[in-house]
C-alpha cells in the first residue's frame, strides 16, 4: 500500500496527550477532522495506525489528539514522526480543475515555453495566498514560483512536465 504525508509530529502539547503537527498536506481541513485514521512512521520499518479524536489549531501548528492516548506519557514517543494517509483515503473528488495533489507534482520536470529545461520540482510551500513550487537547478539557486495561471502555464501529469513562463525579477540569476 502506498502511503502519503500528510504532517509532521514535531513535539507533544501540554500534558492531555496533545502532538503538535507541521502541516504538509494540501487539505489540512480534511486530514485532520475528528474520526479520520493516520498513520504516525517513527522510522522506516515501523508505523502506528492512529485514530484522532481531538483537534484544534494553535499558532501555526495543528493539535491533534488520538483515542487511547489520554496524556504525555502515551504519545511522547510519536515524536518526531511522520503522519501519513493511505493511498485508499485519497478522494480526487477534493481537486477542482487546475489543482494537483503535492505527490502529484513533486518530481515533475519544469520547461520553460520555449522548451529548454528549468529544473525539477522539489518541494511545495505554502505561505499563504498562493502555493509556491520550489524548483531544483543544476548549478543554480532554487528557483521559487507562484501557483498563479500567468506563472504556471501547463501541467502535464502524462508526460510529468509543466510549462511555466518566468516573469522577469523572479529569477534573479539571469
Given amino acids: 500500500?502506498?502511503?502519503?504525508?500528510?504532517?509532521?509530529?514535531?513535539?507533544?502539547?501540554?500534558?492531555?496527550?496533545?502532538v503538535r503537527v507541521m502541516s504538509i498536506t494540501d487539505?489540512?481541513?480534511k486530514r485532520f477532522?475528528?474520526?479520520n485514521e493516520v498513520y504516525a512512521f517513527l522510522n522506516e520499518d515501523k508505523s502506528?495506525?492512529?485514530?484522532?479524536d481531538g483537534v484544534r489549531s494553535h499558532k501555526n501548528f495543528?493539535?491533534?489528539?488520538?483515542?487511547?492516548?489520554?496524556?504525555?506519557?502515551?504519545?511522547?514517543?510519536?515524536?518526531?514522526?511522520?503522519?501519513?494517509?493511505?493511498?485508499?483515503?485519497?478522494?480526487?473528488?477534493?481537486?477542482?480543475?487546475?489543482?494537483?495533489y503535492y505527490h502529484q507534482i513533486i518530481g515533475l520536470n519544469v520547461i520553460?515555453?520555449?522548451g529548454n529545461s528549468i529544473g525539477t520540482v522539489k518541494e511545495i510551500l505554502s505561505p499563504g495566498a498562493n502555493d509556491v513550487w520550489v524548483v531544483k537547478r543544476d548549478n543554480k539557486s532554487d528557483l521559487l514560483l507562484?501557483?498563479?495561471?500567468?506563472?504556471i502555464l501547463d501541467v502535464n501529469l502524462d508526460d510529468s512536465v509543466i510549462t511555466v513562463e518566468i516573469p522577469g525579477g523572479l529569477d534573479d540569476e539571469d
Fill in 33 to 35: 477532522q475528528v474520526g
Fill in 62 to 100: 495543528i493539535l491533534l489528539h488520538f483515542k487511547g492516548k489520554p496524556t504525555i506519557n502515551d504519545v511522547e514517543y510519536l515524536k518526531p514522526s511522520i503522519l501519513k494517509i493511505a493511498e485508499d483515503q485519497l478522494d480526487n473528488d477534493d481537486l477542482n480543475p487546475g489543482e494537483y
Fill in 27 to 29: 487539505f489540512p481541513e
Fill in 146 to 151: 507562484p501557483k498563479i495561471d500567468s506563472v
Fill in 1 to 18: 500500500m502506498d502511503f502519503y504525508n500528510i504532517g509532521k509530529i514535531v513535539n507533544t502539547q501540554g500534558l492531555r496527550g496533545e
Fill in 48 to 52: 502506528e495506525k492512529l485514530e484522532i
Fill in 112 to 114: 520553460d515555453t520555449d
